[in-house]
C-alpha cells in the first residue's frame, strides 16, 4: 500500500497517537470485588500526552509499558504529569 506524503500523514499520526495515549492512561475497568482507586479525567491524560509522546512513544499502545516509562522518568516529566503520576500511585 502507497504511503501518504510525510506533510498529509502527519495529522493522522499525530490523532494516531494522541487517542493511544488517552486510552493508555484510562485505568483498566475493575474486575468483580475490586474498587478503581482513581479516575483519570480528559484533563489529567491531556497533561501527560506531551511527555508521552516525547518520553515514551515507542511504546505507545502499550499501556503498562508506557506507566512504567512514566513513572521511570519521573524526573523528567512535566511538573502537571508529575503531579498526574503522584496521585495514580
Given at each position: ?13 499525530k ?23 482513581h ?26 509499558a508506557i506507566?512504567?516509562?512514566l ?19
Amino acid at each position: 500500500m502507497p504511503s501518504l506524503p510525510k506533510s498529509k500523514s502527519q495529522p493522522f499520526l499525530k490523532v494516531a497517537a494522541l487517542l493511544a495515549v488517552g486510552a493508555t492512561l484510562i485505568p483498566p475497568a475493575a474486575s468483580a470485588g475490586e474498587v478503581a482507586q482513581h479516575h483519570e479525567t480528559m484533563q489529567e491524560r491531556q497533561v501527560c500526552t506531551p511527555d508521552v509522546l516525547r518520553l515514551c512513544r515507542s511504546l505507545v499502545p502499550d499501556r503498562q509499558a508506557i506507566t512504567d516509562c512514566l513513572n521511570a522518568n519521573s524526573e523528567r516529566l512535566s511538573p502537571a504529569c508529575h503531579e498526574v503520576m503522584a496521585q495514580r500511585q
